[in-house]
T-cell receptor
Framework: QKEVEQNSGPLSVPEGAIASLNCTYS??????FFWYRQYSGKSPELIMS????GDKEDGRFTAQLNKASQYVSLLIRDSQPSDSATYLC???????????FGTGTSLTVIP | EAQVTQNPRYLITVTGKKLTVTCSQN?????MSWYRQDPGLGLRQIYY???????DKGDVPEGYKVSRKEKRNFPLILESPSPNQTSLYFC??????????????FGSGTRLTVV
């Protein structure tokens, strides 16, 4: 079983819609959760972090964490073509020494 | 500018010829790590370092070595590269260890081809 699982997509949404990206993780002891965006040919860049159950909002982005269900999601409101990228979910290990990454979900926002 | 600097960006080498990929950060980060990214497999951790002189294996350490003699530098060494090490490599750093809420800053990546 992979530590972090994401639907690889591709996910396509029209411009202005809400994009919903999901991630599940296997380690119940994980304490920190992150979303990264990676444009084609570029390095990942941090969008948001979350470590408490519930929602965390930052501009058009909302991260949601449900530790009981071992589930993390990212909502992108008012999606723009510039949001077209691969979104990576990352989770800290139980020991706190490592990050584990999902394989990413490819998002395309259609103008 | 706060950044993680990797060199070289692109490298083509032959099987068995030792090489080093350098990584340097200017943010006084404690935690540094190397990843390789392969299609369908995502980012896999090779080695990580919690601080100076403290390094440990990640999930795919075979064929790689690292050292952390200074806080800012974390080079990746391939003693005898093989074609299965052809990949995109990323160095990343974080202010503190992963249990905290600090994420990574990534370098620009090194595209390595071993022929």
């Amino acid at each position: 079983q992979k530590e972090v699982e994401q639907n690889s997509g591709p996910l396509s949404v029209p411009e202005g819609a809400i994009a919903s990206l999901n991630c599940t993780y296997s380690d119940r002891g994980s304490q920190s959760f992150f979303w990264y965006r990676q444009y084609s040919g570029k390095s990942p860049e941090l969008i948001m972090s979350i470590y408490s159950n519930g929602d965390k909002e930052d501009g058009r982005f909302t991260a949601q964490l449900n530790k009981a269900s071992q589930y993390v999601s990212l909502l992108i409101r008012d999606s723009q073509p510039s949001d077209s990228a691969t979104y990576l979910c990352a989770v800290s290990s139980n020991t706190g020494n490592q990050f584990y990454f999902g394989t990413g979900t490819s998002l395309t926002v259609i103008p | 500018e706060a950044q993680v600097t990797q060199n070289p960006r692109y490298l083509i080498t032959v099987t068995g010829k030792k090489l080093t990929v350098t990584c340097s950060q200017n943010m006084n980060h404690e935690y540094m790590s190397w990843y390789r990214q392969d299609p369908g497999l995502g980012l896999r951790q090779i080695y990580y370092s919690m601080n100076v002189e403290v390094t440990d294996k990640g999930d795919v350490p075979e064929g790689y070595k690292v050292s952390r003699k200074e806080k800012r530098n974390f080079p990746l060494i391939l003693e005898s590269p093989s074609p299965n090490q052809t990949s995109l490599y990323f160095c990343a750093s974080s202010l503190k260890h992963p249990r905290t809420n600090y994420g990574y800053t990534f370098g620009s990546g090194t595209r390595l081809t071993v022929v």
